[in-house]
């Protein structure tokens, strides 16, 4: 939930870097409240909903020292904050554990809602993400990402669709949760939550990459290609 010692410096730092920023949400936000989670209950015998409750400060507390570092407050990690305080907030309220796994539904479903939403408009929510991964910032890329984008009915429907793949994944996560949540033990729903959400993201990967980017990033190559 490693160093290559003869790379040269320039090299290595960057590999770090980016190793460092793809894990350690991930460690933040999944491994570490797992384990806090099971060392209180199963260990110490604390409730499940104080053992959640305390498992959920640590993502909440990645949130906010991103906005302190950042001295900024985007909508994504605004939300993402609301939602783990008032989980905690109406678990400790209600006294019932179930609610931390459904605030992590609800919180699912209003972002798979905001890109759904403008999926089917002239703005597709992902479309800012995806054309920065695949022109890569190339000159010649980019101008043909333009090109395609103004001219190429079957490049938009592509930019509409992987937004929308995406957002279904996560409504489709956000559903599985919630009858999860409802239906299963807690103790189970600590660690199958986690996995419903990797099997959704596996899932978006690999069919927006079918149907979607990879179609995508075939065209702009071409393009590209075509326009020297």
């Known amino acids: 939930m490693t160093q290559t010692p003869t790379a040269p410096p320039m090299v290595e730092q960057p590999r770090r870097s980016t190793l460092g920023t793809l894990l350690t949400p991930l460690a933040l936000d999944v491994a570490a409240p797992l384990v806090c989670y099971y060392v209180l ?77 403008p999926a089917g408009t002239a703005h ?18 980019e101008a043909a990402w333009e090109r395609l984008a103004a001219g190429s009915a079957r490049f938009r429907r592509a930019e509409r669709r992987f937004t929308g793949i995406w957002g279904g994944a996560l409504l489709a996560d956000c559903v599985a949760r919630i009858v999860g949540a409802l239906t299963l033990p807690v103790s189970t729903m600590v660690w199958l939550s986690n996995v419903m959400l990797i099997v959704a993201v596996v899932a978006g990967l690999l069919l927006a990459g079918a149907f979607a980017s990879g179609p995508i990033q075939m065209m702009v190559i071409i393009e590209a290609k075509h326009a020297r």
Do not use: Q, Y
């Not at 604390?46 to 900024?72: F, T």
């Not at 109406?90 to 759904?116: E, P, Q």
């Open 124 to 141: 597709p929510v992902m479309t800012p993400g995806l054309r920065a991964f695949i022109t890569r910032g190339n000159a010649a890329r």
């Open 41 to 117: 209950h199963g260990a110490f015998g604390v409730s499940e909903v104080a053992a959640m409750a305390v498992s959920g400060v640590i993502p909440s507390a990645r949130v906010v020292h991103g906005i302190v570092r950042d001295r900024a407050l985007n909508g994504l990690a605004g939300l993402t904050l609301a939602v783990n305080v008032a989980g905690i907030a109406l678990s400790f309220v209600t006294g019932d554990a179930r609610l931390m796994i459904a605030k992590d539904s609800a919180l699912s479903a209003v972002i798979s809602l905001f890109m759904m939403l």
